[in-house]
């Protein structure tokens, strides 16, 4: 039986590159889908050495670019008639208000928006390898009174905040955006053998916080040491989970706490606001999909 092929973004530091390596350990084909291709390289040789397994592959692309993504897919397609596993890591958190190469707010272009089109355009060899599995990581922050205390809401009004930027609802918004898109996703992949899951990882260490000012970087490690943040391996065991675990590997459309079943906001679950979500997201895209 060939070996099963999972593709992961992000995967060249933090939980992508855990993840990484514990597939590959596993004896799985690992796509790893990186910005900076001198990172990824040096990622990729790490697994490699640290695995023994030799089928790890680095295809660079700018989750902020609908062109990158479109020549990603490309090659993937050329290399691969199938894909087992999908696993949406990257991830960008910026103070300020910046855009991506396609004018768009970075955090909801480059870590929903290019998520969102990247497994549309990977449908087809997600169902190929059916029974097959997208997860995508979102967190718990979402939710009113963690972090902040501020509820995530879909700002349909301004939903890049280019009128008035809310760094904090702003960021909120892509984690509940995720887990909106992964309902909807597992809703209209019904039947088809290809199942959409999210996941809330243990609080790790990370570099997800590299974009801020130092100063703000040094509160995010105290907060992470205050925290008692754990490994990024221990992290990629939660993320894991709904791939691995006997008892969750063809569950749909759930959200996973720390490698248990758990609840997300309530306004996670309407569908009417998912719908809309969806066919916003298509409006940036310039795209129908399923």
């Not at 993320?239 to 997300?264: H, N, R």
Request: hydrophobic fraction near 40%; charged fraction near 20%.
């Amino acid at each position: 039986m060939d070996a099963k092929i999972a593709l992961i973004t992000g995967a060249n530091s933090g939980l992508g590159k855990a993840a990484a390596l514990k597939l590959a350990k596993l004896g799985w084909n690992v796509v790893m889908l990186c910005r900076d291709a001198q990172r990824g390289e040096q990622a990729r040789q790490e697994i490699i050495t640290a695995s023994g397994n030799e089928n790890i592959r680095l295809i660079t692309a700018d989750l902020g670019s609908k062109v990158s993504i479109k020549n990603f897919v490309g090659e993937f397609e050329r290399r691969y008639s199938q894909l087992n596993l999908l696993i949406n890591c990257a991830g960008i958190r910026v103070l300020n208000y910046q855009k991506t190469g396609d004018g768009i707010e970075l955090m909801f272009g480059s870590e929903y928006l290019g998520h969102f089109i990247l497994t549309n355009w990977l449908v087809p060899r997600l169902k190929a390898g059916a029974p097959s599995k997208v997860i995508t990581i979102s967190g718990e922050g979402h939710k009113a009174g963690v972090e902040g205390g501020v509820g995530a809401s879909i700002n349909f009004d301004d939903i890049t905040y280019e009128k008035k930027w809310d760094v904090l609802r702003a960021s909120k918004q892509v984690v509940l955006a995720k887990i909106l898109f992964t309902y909807e996703l597992a809703r209209r992949l019904e039947g088809s053998g290809v199942s959409a899951v999210t996941v809330s990882p243990r609080f790790s260490r990370t570099n997800l916080s590299n974009h801020y000012p130092w100063f703000v970087r040094w509160i995010a490690a105290f907060r992470m040491w205050q925290a008692r943040a754990v490994s990024p391996e221990l992290g990629a065991d939660d993320v894991l989970y709904p791939a691995l675990a006997p008892q969750a590997q063809y569950q749909t459309g759930k959200y996973y706490v720390e490698g248990q079943e758990g609840k997300s906001s309530p306004e996670s679950y309407d569908p009417e606001i998912a719908k809309r979500l969806w066919e916003i997201s298509e409006t940036f895209a310039g795209e129908k999909f399923l």
